[in-house]
């Protein structure tokens, strides 16, 4: 049960801190998860507390891969918002 950092991470630091069990490590190309260390935050928040201060979009994923902040979560967009490329 742990989540993981990928690639569209950068680095901000916002959720070093807030990570209750200090699963969260600066890392280089991107942040990195313990696995061994992530709860998922269960016991200490509702929510896990790297995915809800996290600003990129698919930068943290689950076991199954699934991005926590999934395309459109943040930025209210549609991901199958017409591009002007697409639409020209
Ligand atoms: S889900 Fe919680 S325990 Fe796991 S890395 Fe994120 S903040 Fe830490
Ligand atoms: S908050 Fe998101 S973008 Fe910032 S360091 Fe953590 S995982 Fe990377």
Redesign the pocket.
């Known amino acids: 049960m ?2 993981r950092i990928v690639a569209h991470c950068t680095n901000c630091w916002a ?1 070093l801190s ?4 200090q ?2 490590r600066a890392a280089s190309p991107h942040f990195q ?1 313990n696995a061994d260390r ?4 269960v016991g200490d928040y509702a929510d ?3 995915a809800s201060i996290c600003p990129v979009e698919g930068a943290i994923i689950d076991a199954a891969g699934q991005p926590l902040n999934p395309p459109g979560s943040l930025t209210g967009l549609s991901p199958e918002f017409p591009t002007l490329s697409s639409t020209s």
Request: net charge negative.
């Open positions: 742990a989540f959720c807030l990570c209750p069990q699963a969260i998860i992530c709860t998922e935050c896990p507390q790297c």
